[in-house]
């Protein structure tokens, strides 16, 4: 695939479901993250996947983050979170272990664990998969964290699903460019 067609035509799956990629893809997918740029050369990214047959155990982790932000929550809300894990075979969680020492600031080294999440969807898209890149509460849960071998001050920029695209995909319209271009005068 062409480049900048690759670039053109990335969207968010709407629904994803087997197969995801196999090791192979796997790893490409990850040698097209650690191409991302890295000032100060920290290597601040870092990536877990969840298979299929962990899915479960992940959607229990985020039930599990929804009572502790709110107790009382209603066995529906905890249903909806369990059933997140089943959005894709493959879950990618992509995050920033931030050296809050280093000279380089902590939002650079963010910076290059997003822009490294970017690549591994659109590594996915060169792939022929689907994907969706996704946040929520969870993502700012210390214990979630902790159950992905991260600190409390690291970042987890997002949960990336991965799959065979069935539903299509987002028919939110684009914006024009120039609505976000300004040329500098001086």
Same mark, same amino acid.
Do not use: C
């Given at each position: 695939?062409d480049a900048l067609?690759? &670039?053109?035509?990335?969207?968010? +799956? ?15 997918? @990850? ?18 996947v969840i ?6 155990a992940?959607g229990? &982790? ?5 009572l ?5 929550a209603?066995e ?5 979170e369990?059933?997140?894990a089943?959005r *894709? ?13 280093h000279?380089?600031?902590p939002f650079?080294q ?12 659109? +590594? +996915?898209h *060169?792939?022929g998969?689907?994907a ?5 509460d +969870? ?6 964290? *902790?159950?992905f071998? &991260?600190? *409390?001050?690291d970042?987890?920029?997002? @949960? ?8 299509g995909?987002s ?9 976000f271009v ?5």
């Amino acid at each position: 695939m062409d480049a900048l067609d690759l &670039l053109l035509t990335r969207e968010s +799956a709407l629904k994803l479901e087997a197969p995801g990629p196999n090791q192979k893809d796997l790893d490409t997918i @990850f040698q097209s993250a650690v191409r991302a740029p890295d000032h100060g050369r920290l290597r601040p990214w870092h990536f877990v996947v969840i298979d299929s047959d962990h899915r479960a155990a992940f959607g229990e &982790l985020m039930a599990q983050s929804t009572l502790r932000r709110m107790p009382d929550a209603p066995e529906e809300m905890l249903q909806r979170e369990r059933a997140k894990a089943m959005r *894709a075979p493959t879950i990618i969680v992509a995050a920033a272990k931030v050296n809050k020492g280093h000279k380089i600031m902590p939002f650079e080294q963010i910076g290059s664990a997003a822009a490294a999440t970017q690549n591994i969807m659109l +590594a +996915a898209h *060169a792939l022929g998969y689907g994907a969706m890149w996704k946040t929520g509460d +969870a993502a700012y849960d210390p214990a979630v964290k *902790a159950a992905f071998g &991260l600190a *409390a001050d690291d970042e987890i920029m997002g @949960f990336v699903y991965v799959g065979t695209s069935v539903g299509g995909t987002s028919s939110a319209a684009r914006p024009d460019s120039e609505k976000f271009v300004s040329v500098w005068q001086g």
